[in-house]
């Protein structure tokens, strides 16, 4: 599957940071029973924290999803450079592809340019995390070469050696 990660524009960032905050904070409702209410907040702060410049924050990249034949928008990705132990990672925190073009190599593919890129910038390991009842992408995870690093409030982390 050819595809390419293109940055963001402001829109498509507006776009994309009203979905994470309330996909995000309905998993949190769900897996650790907060409130609405409860749920919006922490996600919010969360969001602010970890992107405090929205798209030119240092080290985190925001990009969608785009087939190369057509141009065609499938879905966003969100992940950012960090360093644990003195190994330089990249952490995926956000990815979605669009219900409609699932299943069609679009994840593999975009998870392979992700890992290139990472690589190329000196990242030894790549992260995630999934939650418990999301089997579709710990299969997807699973195929790419990710394995169990810890669990976590409600999923697990995995990693891959690059």
């Excluded at 309905?26 to 609405?36: H, I």
Aim: glycine share 6%.
């Amino acid at each position: 599957m050819n595809i390419q990660l293109r940055k963001m524009t402001a829109q498509e960032y507006s776009d994309f940071y009203e979905y994470s905050k309330n996909h995000h904070a309905e998993e949190l409702m769900k897996e650790l029973n907060m409130t609405p209410d409860e749920a919006l907040i922490e996600t919010e702060q969360e969001l602010i924290e970890m992107l405090p410049d929205g798209l030119n924050t240092a080290d985190n990249f925001l990009f969608v999803i785009e087939g190369l034949a057509d141009r065609k928008k499938v879905g966003f990705m969100w992940y950012l450079f960090e360093s644990t132990d003195h190994v330089k990672q990249v952490f995926l925190c956000d990815f979605v592809i669009q219900e409609r073009d699932r299943r069609k190599g679009y994840a593999t593919a975009a998870l392979y340019e992700m890992e290139k890129h990472a690589g190329d910038n000196g990242c030894r390991e790549s992260l995630l995390f999934v939650a418990n009842d999301n089997t579709a992408a710990k299969k997807l995870y699973a195929g790419c070469g990710y394995g169990f690093l810890k669990n976590g409030d409600y999923g697990v982390f995995l990693k891959k050696t690059l």
